[in-house]
């Protein structure tokens, strides 16, 4: 994961440094490092730009820029890239990983060449050893900034502040281009997985925005927002306990109950499972005209975001 994020309620600098669209906020630093999306790294002059694109034309490139970056700050061993880099290390991995190191570490001094980025150590002992460590800043990582904003739209919602918690859930959301890590990098399960993480992160940060929203009465405009989530993502029983309750809000129990059948024939049939103790208790409350049972449902803690 990136490094440990602290966020206090009178920390307003951070949040006054980006706007949207936050993504571009970021690059207005020197450098900024992606994975919300393609790994990479942005820069605003030209040349080095196409620098970092063509050494990072190769996907294990991307897959070391991406194991490091979930490291930030600390010497990761070669054994342990090797782990994150091949599901079965082939017998030259080291050598491979110094053509690897090479390539990215000019791709670093062309987008920063007032620092070294990227240090290597060498090892002792059986095997060889060896380790490297990638220098992130703080707000150099558009995960980093990711998380601090979430962190700070709960504050904002636990203040009861819906508007800030909304603005900035927009802005967390806005960071993202594309699956994290990108469709093509190259990378072990173990490394995938931990991209995946964020994937999950940015549904539960998307549903958590929708909730704020409908807490605000958009039940009639969020609709349309969920059925698109759930085109791309059918089993999120979140997402469809959302669109049951914007329904009912909005007046049309006939289409909040057959949501609920919708969802029910979707997990039997795909998954063979029932929908949740959740959803069957909204669904008694549409059934029973019951509002507070269905607030109750989606909102079971008054005190944090809804998070499933």
């Not at 080095?48 to 897959?63: D, I, M, P, W, Y």
């Not at 380790?131 to 904003?149: N, P, S, T, W």
């Not at 918690?165 to 997985?193: F, Q, T, Y």
């Not at 059918?234 to 129990?253: C, K, N, T």
Request: hydrophobic share 40%; glycine share 8%.
């Amino acid at each position: 994961m990136p490094t440990k994020t602290e966020v206090s309620p009178d920390d307003e600098g951070f949040i006054d440094r980006i706007s949207a669209p936050a993504r571009d906020a970021c690059a207005c630093r020197t450098v900024i490092f992606t994975i919300l999306g393609p790994v990479g790294v942005l820069t605003q002059r030209e040349a080095a730009r196409k620098t970092a694109e063509e050494q990072l034309s190769e996907h294990r490139v991307r897959g070391l820029l991406a194991a490091l970056l979930l490291r930030p700050n600390r010497f990761v061993a070669h054994t342990a890239l090797a782990g994150l880099l091949w599901d079965e290390p082939p017998a030259g991995y080291r050598s491979n990983l110094r053509t690897y190191a090479s390539r990215l570490r000019r791709c670093l001094s062309a987008v920063d060449p007032s620092r070294i980025r990227l240090e290597s150590r060498k090892g002792s002992g059986e095997g060889g050893g060896g380790a490297y460590l990638l220098r992130v800043g703080e707000m150099e990582l558009d995960a980093d900034v990711f998380l601090r904003l979430i962190a700070r739209a709960q504050t904002m919602r636990r203040e009861d502040n819906p508007e800030s918690a909304i603005h900035l859930l927009k802005l967390a959301l806005e960071l993202w281009h594309g699956p994290a890590g990108g469709c093509d990098i190259a990378g072990s399960g173990r490394l995938l997985a931990q991209l995946d993480a964020f994937n999950d992160l940015r549904l539960i940060t998307h549903e958590d925005l929708i909730a704020v929203r409908l807490q605000r009465g958009e039940h009639r405009l969020v609709i349309p927002e969920l059925r698109a989530l759930l085109a791309d993502h059918p089993y999120r029983e979140g997402a469809w306990a959302q669109l049951i309750y914007a329904f009912h809000r909005s007046g049309d129990v006939e289409k909040a109950l057959r949501t609920y059948r919708e969802l029910r024939d979707i997990l039997a049939k795909e998954l063979g499972v029932e929908p949740s103790e959740e959803l069957n208790r909204l669904h008694r409350a549409v059934l029973d005209r019951d509002d507070a049972g269905a607030r109750r449902v989606i909102w079971p803690k008054r005190d944090s975001l809804t998070v499933r």
